[in-house]
């Protein structure tokens, strides 16, 4: 059964702080790797990675998939109070398997 | 377009009861997926189609779920018999499909609360 596992569960930083978050995976017939952010309601679109060591950015979000070691790392420098959420990592194989996310707190 | 739409944004039941949840996708997308969350954890994966064809469904779904996706174009989530433990957000989301894949677009979401 396909499977991915994010860290930290919970973080809380101070707004300016830099964040790495943490996604590995198990997944047959893998495809490609998302992250997601959930605030209070539905998940919204991140970033989908599909190859090696190719970094995708936006604005101070950041992210890069490692297909040897089965993981992925989103980062966020500069955080603010704004990025508080939920963020999940998902697998891309047909259908997507979500993480339980890790649930961010920025302190002003 | 205005995204992915569900109804009813909340729905009330008593256990037992048969309810039935709806999903209006992205026109555009061919692909349609119905998930279930509770608190503090990940979406859980129920079901998807592409098109009308039901492609895969969760084998942890029991058979009091049901869903249809006639003509290709909205989809419902039946639930027969509603416990406690169905209880969840219930999530439908579209994409594209092709290659490596696409992002989903999600609704808002459907919050049923079995009493």
């Known amino acids: 059964e396909d499977k991915v596992v994010q860290s930290p569960l919970s973080l809380v930083v101070h707004e300016g702080d830099t964040v790495t978050l943490n996604c590995s995976y198990e997944?047959?017939?893998?495809?490609?790797l998302l992250w997601y952010k959930q605030e209070k309601k539905a998940p919204t679109f991140l970033f989908m990675l599909t190859s090696s060591g190719i970094e995708k950015k936006s604005g101070r979000l950041s992210s890069i998939l490692d297909k040897k070691e089965l993981f992925s790392i989103l980062n966020i420098t500069a955080t603010q109070t704004g990025d508080s959420a939920v963020y999940l990592c998902?697998?891309?194989?047909?259908?997507?398997?979500f993480g339980d996310g890790t649930t961010l707190t920025v302190k002003p | 377009d205005t995204g992915v739409s569900q109804d009813p944004r909340h729905k009330i039941t008593k256990r037992g009861q048969n309810v039935t949840f709806r999903c209006d996708p992205i026109?555009?997308?061919?692909?349609l997926y119905w998930y279930r969350q509770t608190l503090g954890q990940g979406p859980e994966f129920l079901t998807y189609?592409?098109?009308?064809?039901?492609?895969?469904k969760s084998r942890l779904l029991s058979d009091r779920f049901s869903a249809e996706r006639p003509k290709g174009s909205f989809s419902t989530l039946e639930i027969q018999r509603t416990e406690q433990g169905d209880s969840a957000m219930y999530l439908c989301?579209?994409?594209?499909?092709?290659?490596?894949?696409?992002?989903?677009?999600f609704g808002s979401g459907t919050r049923l609360t079995v009493v």
């Open positions: 997944v047959t017939n893998f495809r490609s």
């Open positions: 026109s555009e997308h061919n692909r």
């Open positions: 998902a697998s891309n194989a047909g259908k997507s398997t």
């Open positions: 989301a579209s994409s594209l499909t092709g290659g490596r894949g696409y992002g989903y677009t």
């Open positions: 189609f592409q098109n009308e064809a039901q492609l895969e």
